[in-house]
Every structure is written in C-alpha cells, then in structure tokens.
C-alpha cells in the first residue's frame, strides 16, 4: 500500500510541525488511509488510486483532481486526528510513558480530545464537499454518493 500523504503535507495542511518522528506518525496515516480514505472513496476507487500510485502511473484527470483537492487533505486530517487521539503516550517494554520536551508545557487529556476532535471536523467537512463533488466527476469507479456515510454531521461555526 503506497502512502497518499507525506509528513511534509501534514505540516502545510494542519498545526503539526515537519520535525514529528516518521516512525511515531506513520501508522496514523495508515490507519487514516485504510480505515477512512478508504470508506470515502470506495472499494474500487480507492483500489485504482492505490494502484496507480503503486505502480508510479501518473494520476490524471479527474483522478488527480480528486486526489489534491479531496484526498490529501482528508488524509491529513484523519491522521492528525488518529495521532491526537491514539499516539501522544508512548508504549514500550517499560510501559507507556509521555514524552515532554524541555521548556513546553503538555496539553491535557480534554484539550487534546478537543484539538483531535477538530480535525475529525474538518476532515467530515471536506467529505461533504467530496460526496457532493462526485456527481459532477468522470469516474468509472466512483460510488454512488448516497452510498457514502460521512461520519457525523456537525455545525461548522463550532470548530
């Protein structure tokens, strides 16, 4: 499976800097990848997107149109999302542990819970656009809208 998203488009895109541990981040946007992107787009659209980039076929068209003005953002939200959400204590063989740098002051469990929360906004936000976006595309493996179930509604002036 070919990442759709870089830690670099994380940091354009959202308040995460570049300097996050690729290691620490990288099973965030997997799990975002597999677990939304995939549920956004479909089986088969998603299937053709992976493909493509995996074997470095150049998107065009409407697929990349998609791709940079839906997916890489929607990518990067769910995996801040994920991050926030999942990923802030540390776990290994000596236990789970929360790693602070000198001279900052941590977030608390409900400021974090809230800042994830706004991701997971904007990222259902963005899928409204793109469920409306799909009837005017030319996609043979696109699904049908009223086949996609965002994951919540949400007022947007609350974010």
């Given at each position: 499976?070919?990442?759709?998203i870089?830690?670099?488009?994380i940091?354009?895109?959202?308040s ?12 965030n946007?997997?799990q ?14 998603y ?14 068209g409407d ?9 890489i953002?929607?990518?990067v939200y ?8 999942f ?9 789970a542990?929360y790693?602070t ?25 963005l ?7 799909l ?9 049908a ?6 994951k919540?509604?949400?007022?947007w002036i609350?974010i």
């Amino acid at each position: 499976m070919a990442q759709f998203i870089s830690i670099e488009q994380i940091a354009a895109y959202s308040s995460f800097d570049g300097n996050i541990d690729n290691d620490s981040i990288s099973p965030n946007i997997d799990q975002a990848q597999t677990n939304e992107i995939e549920r956004v787009l479909g089986v088969n659209l998603y299937d053709k997107i992976n493909n493509d980039l995996n074997n470095e076929i150049e998107l065009t068209g409407d697929y990349l149109t998609i791709f940079n003005k839906y997916i890489i953002r929607l990518e990067v939200y769910y995996t801040c999302y994920y991050y926030l959400s999942f990923t802030v204590p540390k776990v290994s063989q000596n236990g789970a542990y929360y790693v602070t740098p000198d001279k900052t002051q941590s977030l608390t469990l409900d400021e974090l819970e809230k800042m994830a929360a706004k991701y997971e906004k904007l990222a259902v936000g963005l899928e409204l656009k793109f469920i409306e976006a799909l009837d005017l595309l030319n996609l043979p493996e696109r699904p049908a809208p009223s086949s996609i179930k965002p994951k919540s509604n949400f007022n947007w002036i609350k974010i």
